[in-house]
């Protein structure tokens, strides 16, 4: 259990919230097996999140005046570039989420407006958009998460922001130039950069055939309940491809199938 021990002098940031909050409880067990009853709370957090609370660091020293903006905040500008564009559209805000999505691609790889703008006409309308959306944000003293990276590389690099003695990574697997650029520039810093390796427990697949979809959910709820009865502290997972239209099925059946007493006393 000491490995997943998170000393004070380490950072632990995770590819999502989901694996942020599975080491945070794994540091928790661990330490409780130890008999404490109080410990610091490690520094284990998404990697977007560090982010964000690398750059509200320079903010609060007075090494940024950038203001970044919220997720609704970037689609309303990009709609806003995209309708003073002169181009016609049928959904415009299917258009800025797209338009998002490919610039957060360019800030990650790099990517050249002048380049683009000699591809396809589709490419060539983008380029024109994310010129007049970067000057946008230059021009109003504005940054988007995507922008994040660079704008904490730079930080780093100039020797403008804290670190921690060791950077720990889990889960960031094959990360995109502008990260392994920031990854490089806080070890050059002199601070320890470590890759947080999965387990290696072989799995076992079993394949089990169910009559429609309302029976593959009984099947995985009464395996749920099979494993929980054998092994009580067990962490579990069921993955669905279609929870939106589903979840009200997999409710019911988990709770009826894990939790049955919960219906012995309505009314």
């Known amino acids: 259990s000491e490995s997943y021990l998170v000393d004070p002098a380490v950072t632990l940031v995770t590819v999502n919230k989901r694996l942020a909050a599975e080491l945070r409880a794994r540091h928790d067990a661990a330490q ?49 570039v995209i309708g003073e564009s002169q181009t016609t559209l049928l959904r415009p805000a299917a258009a800025a989420a797209l338009a998002s999505e490919a610039f ?44 994040l990276a660079d704008e904490v590389r730079r930080a780093i690099e100039d020797a403008r922001l804290p670190l921690p003695e060791t950077l720990r990574v889990a889960g960031i697997d094959n990360p ?43 099947l995985a709820a009464r395996w749920a309940a099979h494993t929980l009865a054998e092994r009580p502290a067990a962490r579990l997972a069921i993955v669905s491809s279609a929870l939106g239209a589903e979840r009200e099925t997999i409710t019911r059946v988990l709770t009826q199938t894990l939790t049955p007493n919960r219906y012995l006393y309505r009314g």
Request: charged share 25%; with cysteine; aromatic share 6%.
């Open 176 to 218: 995109p130039p502008n990260v392994n650029r920031l990854l490089a520039a806080i070890s050059d810093r002199g601070v320890t950069v470590e890759r947080l390796e999965p387990g290696q427990d072989r799995a076992r697949c079993h394949r089990v055939t169910a009559r429609d979809a309302e029976h593959e959910v009984h």
């Open 32 to 80: 409780a097996a130890q008999g404490l009853n109080a410990w610091p709370s490690p520094d284990i957090l998404p990697w977007n999140a560090w982010l964000q609370r690398a750059y509200a660091q320079l903010v609060d020293r007075g090494d940024c005046t950038l203001d970044l903006l919220s997720r609704h905040q970037e689609l309303a500008l990009w709609e806003s």
């Open 104 to 147: 957060g691609l360019c800030c990650a790889w790099s990517l050249d407006h002048a380049t683009l703008g000699a591809g396809h006409i589709d490419t060539r309308i983008f380029a024109r958009w994310a010129q007049s959306f970067e000057d946008r944000l230059s021009g109003r003293d504005l940054i988007v998460h995507a922008q």
